[in-house]
């Protein structure tokens, strides 16, 4: 009986082990399975996003009309098309969202994520449209010079007379809450304005000719307490300059101004009050183009030292000033944007597509002459704008 009780045991202790052996064979096999997975999600992360894609397919064409002359942008992730005649929100496919006819001689957009204007330079007439394409009109009484939008629908615009410029801030129901009027004289002629997110904060390039000496004034306005307590135009500050012309200031984020120069772009950083100091980045050679994003600042300059290489360097600065990546171009481009984290740089006939990373995603030639390639939302979905047609394309 004892030894028939010993192998029993003996027999189950065995088996115990067999159990054991397996369940960690299987607990092997499951963790390196799981790590295969693993291996291939990150291979694929990789090389989707960091391929070079040298082709693409037409997913749709669309024929334009021969007598329409429209421009193009982006509102919400859908297409903006606009003209003399109306405006119109597009959706991947191209087929009209809503539309608003109207009769304008020189129709420009500005937008943000929650609002679309579009306004008549030189003329009188301003657009503005939710994310629902529920519009509001507005009637300006002197000629348009320059208009901006903030998240909350209010609109900044400038107005030209003869002797005076006007700073007039209007709410989205059409309502003005802010008239300001500057004199030629005294300040200068404004060359661009910037309103920040929240609408609290203004900034204008002033340009002012003295005998033969240009004097270039960065100024500041809040519309909030501090700018109540200041003066009557709100005016809490300002910087100037004699050696570099500013004809384009932005903000980038709700706290962060930059003023693009000819030889350089200065960053500020505005709180009620711009701080005291601020952040400069110089260029050897005159600036090209810049665009940006809430992220980021970029500037084209010429590659003047080693033309060999490439005609252009594309520059890249995060909102401290710090350089993110410099790539020299030798593409002839007509315009450059940012989407997202990748940079469009769109020729008469060809588009190149940087990752911001300064990877090159995409690059072609196109038959037919194009003025805009625009990303529609969709993966690696592009609408490129062209002479004749648009057309949707997958790139591969």
């Not at 982006?74 to 003399?84: A, E």
Request: hydrophobic share 30%; charged share 25%; aromatic share 12%.
């Amino acid at each position: 009986m004892a030894e028939n009780t010993l192998d029993k045991n003996e027999e189950q202790r065995q088996k115990g082990r067999k159990s054991i052996f397996f369940k960690d064979k299987k607990k092997k096999w499951l963790l390196i399975g799981l790590l295969a997975v693993a291996i291939i999600a990150i291979g694929y992360y990789i090389y989707s996003h960091y391929r070079t894609y040298t082709s693409y397919k037409v997913v749709e064409e669309i024929q334009k009309e021969e007598k329409v002359e429209a421009s193009y942008d982006m509102f919400n992730g859908k297409t903006v098309q606009y003209s003399k005649d109306g405006i119109s929100l597009l959706d991947s496919e191209g087929k009209s969202i809503w539309t608003k006819t109207y009769s304008m001689q020189s129709p420009s957009v500005v937008s943000n994520e929650n609002y679309l204007v579009c306004a008549d330079l030189k003329g009188n007439s301003i657009y503005s449209f939710d994310r629902e394409g529920k519009s509001q009109t507005y009637t300006m009484p002197y000629p348009i010079s320059d208009v901006e939008v903030s998240d909350q629908g209010v609109i900044a615009v400038v107005l030209e007379d003869e002797k005076k410029n006007y700073i007039q801030l209007y709410d989205k129901e059409g309502t003005k809450i802010v008239d300001s009027n500057v004199s030629i004289d005294q300040s200068g002629y404004p060359l661009d304005i910037a309103l920040s997110q929240d609408a609290m904060n203004l900034v204008v390039s002033y340009i002012t000719i003295d005998g033969v000496e240009a004097k270039n004034t960065i100024a500041f306005y809040n519309f909030g307490s501090v700018g109540q307590n200041a003066n009557s135009n709100k005016y809490v500050g300002g910087f100037y300059y004699t050696d570099t012309v500013f004809p384009k200031v932005e903000f980038i984020d709700n706290t962060t101004v930059c003023a693009y120069g000819d030889n350089q772009a200065i960053l500020y950083q505005v709180k009620n009050k711009p701080s005291k100091t601020e952040t400069k980045i110089p260029f050897d050679t005159q600036i090209r183009s810049v665009f940006s994003n809430n992220q980021y600042i970029g500037v084209i300059t010429k590659n003047e030292e080693q033309p060999e290489k490439g005609k252009y360097i594309v520059n890249v600065y995060n909102t401290k000033g710090n350089s993110v990546f410099h790539k020299i171009i030798d593409q002839d481009y007509q315009k450059v944007k940012f989407n997202g984290d990748e940079i469009i740089l769109v020729g008469e006939y060809e588009c190149t597509i940087l990752r911001l990373q300064g990877k090159e995603k995409f690059y072609s030639r196109f038959d037919t002459g194009i003025t805009d390639v625009i990303f529609i939302g969709k993966r690696n979905q592009y609408l490129v704008v062209g002479n004749k047609s648009l057309q949707r394309i997958k790139l591969k």
